[in-house]
């Protein structure tokens, strides 16, 4: 999951959102965002595919497993 935090702050600053407002659409604390783009910890995977959704994105996009979202 390198790649994980990079595509999350990407997706939340093309968004326009800043960490307090991804995390209160989310449900998630300010700081669960913070720490995931600071890489201080990883999430589960239910919380990976409500992001994903969220952003209707695919989960192996968050994860790097794939470059694109095609």
């Not at 990407?10 to 307090?20: A, N, T």
């Not at 999430?43 to 996009?61: E, G, H, M, N, R």
């Amino acid at each position: 999951m390198t790649k994980f935090h990079e595509r999350l702050r990407k997706l939340r600053l093309q968004h326009g959102f800043s960490q307090k407002e991804l995390a209160k659409l989310l449900g998630y604390s300010e700081s669960t965002i913070k720490r995931w783009e600071n890489r201080k910890s990883v999430p589960s995977s239910s919380y990976i595919l409500k992001i994903a959704t969220f952003f209707d994105v695919k989960c192996d996009y968050l994860l790097g497993l794939i470059d694109t979202n095609d």
